[in-house]
Nanobody, 122 residues
């Protein structure tokens, strides 16, 4: 059974940083691309960024480019989301997800974590 557990969320002020972690178990971690999504109140869940199985390729939504970085430690079965220069509009529940492919992409996410809340005050 696949489990994804996010951690690292919290309340910060605008301009500060947070690093989210997502620990995975129950799967061959190195076979899958991993994504970070977020969902703000009253809005749809959206892809923030995704990293390939090897970690060599990553892509981000335009609103976080240059501020957020995804990385992965395949030895620890963990994916990270480093978020710098946070803005109030980054406030959301953040989810990690496993893509059913080693390559990056927008769709085919099959396993999800429970989410972690990030709140950015102005």
């Amino acid at each position: 059974q696949v489990h994804l557990v996010e951690s690292g969320g919290g309340l910060v002020q605008a301009g500060e940083s947070l690093r989210l972690s997502c620990a995975a178990s129950g799967l061959t971690f190195t076979s899958y691309a991993l994504g970070w999504f977020r969902q703000a109140p009253g809005k749809e869940r959206k892809l923030v960024g995704v990293i390939s199985a090897t970690g060599h390729t990553a892509n981000y939504t335009d609103s976080v480019k240059g501020r957020f970085t995804i990385s992965r430690d395949n030895a620890k079965n963990t994916v990270y989301l480093q978020m710098n220069n946070l803005k109030p509009e980054d406030t959301a529940v953040y989810y990690c997800a496993v893509r059913n492919s080693p390559r990056i992409g927008l769709y085919e996410y099959v396993y999800w974590g429970q989410g972690t809340q990030v709140t950015v005050s102005s």
